[in-house]
């Protein structure tokens, strides 16, 4: 995700809580999932104080596509990067565990 665009950024995360839902199997560890979702909720937290909005996936998403692209910082942009890459670390480790044999 290091060269995401502020669109890519925004379909992240926008696509945070479908993803995390999907990566739940039948067989997944209800502490995990718990995890997951923990680790989702604080992406979305940290992403949304970065932005100054609300603390939804829709309102960081929503906000990122309301920003002009000359008044992104690559500072800024990296911040966000690092919110949307653990999010989704966290979500691929619960995949992970639901395609274990």
């Known amino acids: 995700m290091s060269k995401s665009s502020p669109a890519d950024l925004a379909v992240a995360f926008r696509s945070l809580a479908r993803r995390s ?26 992403a949304a104080a970065l932005l100054g909005t609300t603390t939804t996936a829709v309102g960081v998403a929503a906000t990122i596509e309301a920003r002009r692209a000359q008044d992104w910082t690559e500072r ?16 691929r480790t619960l995949q992970d565990s639901a395609h274990r044999d």
């Open 21 to 46: 839902s999907d990566a739940a199997g039948p067989e997944s560890p209800p502490e995990l999932i718990t995890a997951t979702n923990a680790a989702v909720d604080r992406a979305i937290q940290a």
């Open 76 to 91: 800024d942009l990296d911040a966000l990067r690092e919110q949307a890459f653990a999010a989704a670390a966290a979500i």
